[in-house]
């Protein structure tokens, strides 16, 4: 059973242009998360999704930050016109969902590490 | 909202002794307190988590108490080997489903 994959681990981007996060959570799963790492320090949430729904988004930034998980495919966090500040780790997670009980556990990517020059 | 504290930052135990990181919570709405254990360059790990529902939870060398009284809830790592190096997160939320509030983690090493 695949882990939850993230892609690319890598990502490199110059300030103004937009960068594009693809997560394909655990089968079976239908939640996930977005949480983003900056060096040093412990993660922060974002935004939690089910699928074809944003269910809080309040640690998302207002301006340049959206995220979706389609009814098919990964789910996708997009940053438009990067800054230097946007560098970091951003890590998905998901999880079962309702009805899971204690199975409600959140497993993590590997992440992708954004660097914006 | 949630704010969680955690100590130490930094640990470092010599292989065979025992390491121990705590965590403190605000809000007591939270009821789910993972442990995730990370890896240079890779992404976080669940190692053990407890419910509000008990007081203690054991699985091999790793242990986690809670008291949700004093808000506050800790990781005992015993006979400590060099693999155990690495940086150690706790967490909190309302369920396992709901956004996770994460401390700023302890790096723990374990020196042979």
């Known amino acids: 059973n695949a882990g939850v994959m993230q892609n690319p681990r890598h990502l490199v981007r110059r300030r103004g242009q937009e960068a594009r996060l693809r997560c394909s959570p655990m089968k079976g799963h239908s939640h996930v998360y977005w949480y983003r790492q900056l060096p040093e320090e412990g993660l922060k949430f974002m935004v939690y999704l089910q699928k074809e729904n944003i269910i809080d988004e309040s640690g998302m930034p207002k301006e340049r930050f959206s995220a979706e998980f389609p009814k098919e495919g990964p789910s996708i966090l997009r940053i438009q016109q990067v800054v230097r500040g946007d560098s970091a780790a951003y890590f998905c997670?998901?999880?079962?969902?309702?009805?899971?009980?204690?199975?409600?556990?959140?497993?993590f990517g590997a992440g992708t590490r954004l660097s914006v020059l | 909202g949630e704010n969680v504290e955690q100590h130490p930052s930094t640990l470092s135990v010599q292989e065979g002794d025992s390491a121990v990181i705590k965590c403190t919570y605000s809000?007591?709405?939270?009821?789910?307190f993972p442990w995730y254990k990370q890896e240079l360059g890779k992404g976080p790990q669940l190692i053990i988590d407890i419910r509000s529902n008990v007081g203690e939870k054991k699985d091999q060398r790793i242990a986690v108490t809670l008291n949700k009284t004093a808000k506050h809830f800790s990781l005992h790592i015993t006979e400590t080997q060099p693999e155990d190096s690495a940086v150690y997160f706790c967490?909190?939320?309302?369920?396992?489903?709901?956004?996770?509030?994460f401390g700023k983690g302890t790096r723990l090493s374990v020196i042979a």
């Open positions: 967490a909190a939320s309302e369920t396992g489903n709901t956004p996770l509030v």
């Open positions: 997670a998901s999880s079962p969902g309702q009805g899971a009980g204690a199975k409600n556990i959140q497993y």
């Open positions: 809000d007591s709405a939270s009821n789910y």
